[in-house]
Antibody
Framework: EVQLVESGGGLVKPGGSLTLSCEAS????????MRWVRQAPGKGLEWVGR?????????DYAAPLKGRFTISRDDSKNTVYLQMDSLTTDDTAVYYC????????WGQGILVTVSS | DLTQPPSVSVSPGQTARITCSGD??????AYWYQQKPGQAPVMVIY???ERPSGIPERFSGSRSGTTVTLTISGVQAEDEADYYCQSPDTSGAYELFGGGTMLTVL
């Protein structure tokens, strides 16, 4: 059974940074493309970005977030990360990690609150 | 962008159709997600019309030109949820989500 568990969320002040982790199990992680998606309170799903697998470990980001958000992975730990810098109140959301596969698998989500 | 109607309402046993339109759709597969309050999204359709294991047969997907459609035949109360379409953009480097459709079972 594939499981994804996010961690690292919480309360952060505007201008601060936070790194989320997503640990995967039940799949061959080194072959898995992974994505991050967020959902602001009462709003729809917003694609944050993705990271590929294998020799091409490049990441792609939603245009409004490029430069502030960084996705990385550690295949030895079956973990993908989302580093978020210069956070604003607009970044307050539940953040989900998921596989990019058919079908895909999602974590339970983790809340990030940006507030003074 | 992917455009969905904000809401669709149907009575139990009827057929619900949720559309999604976008310029990239003729060249990219579409995916559909169901999300219930407080839960993570669940994929109900992938690659336009394929149904993951465990998804009821009443869920189906189709496409016509720049529009894809999620059809739920014989809607049940448990189908009440938000539904999102998703697709890569024309370059394939980004993924787009529609704004979501709230399905209400009357």
């Amino acid at each position: 059974e594939v499981q994804l568990v996010e961690s690292g969320g919480g309360l952060v002040k505007p201008g601060g940074s936070l790194t989320l982790s997503c640990e995967a199990s039940g799949l061959t992680f080194r072959n898995a493309w992974m994505r991050w998606v967020r959902q602001a309170p009462g709003k729809g799903l917003e694609w944050v970005g993705r990271i590929k697998s294998g020799s091409d470990l490049g990441a792609d980001y939603a245009a409004p977030l490029k430069g502030r958000f960084t996705i990385s992975r550690d295949d030895s730990k079956n973990t993908v990360y989302l580093q978020m810098d210069s956070l604003t109140t607009d970044d307050t959301a539940v953040y989900y990690c998921s596989t990019i596969s058919d079908p895909d698998y999602w974590g339970q989500g983790i809340l990030v609150t940006v507030s003074s | 962008d992917l455009t969905q109607p904000p809401s669709v309402s149907v009575s139990p046993g009827q057929t619900a159709r949720i559309t999604c339109s976008g310029d990239a759709l003729p060249n990219q597969y579409a995916y559909w997600y169901q999300q219930k309050p407080g839960q993570a999204p669940v994929m109900v359709i992938y690659k336009d019309s394929e149904r993951p294991s465990g998804i009821p047969e009443r869920f189906s997907g189709s496409r016509s030109g720049t529009t894809v459609t999620l059809t739920i035949s014989g809607v049940q109360a448990e189908d009440e949820a938000d539904y999102y379409c998703q697709s890569p953009d024309t370059s394939g480097a980004y993924e787009l989500f529609g704004g979501g459709t709230m399905l209400t079972v009357l």
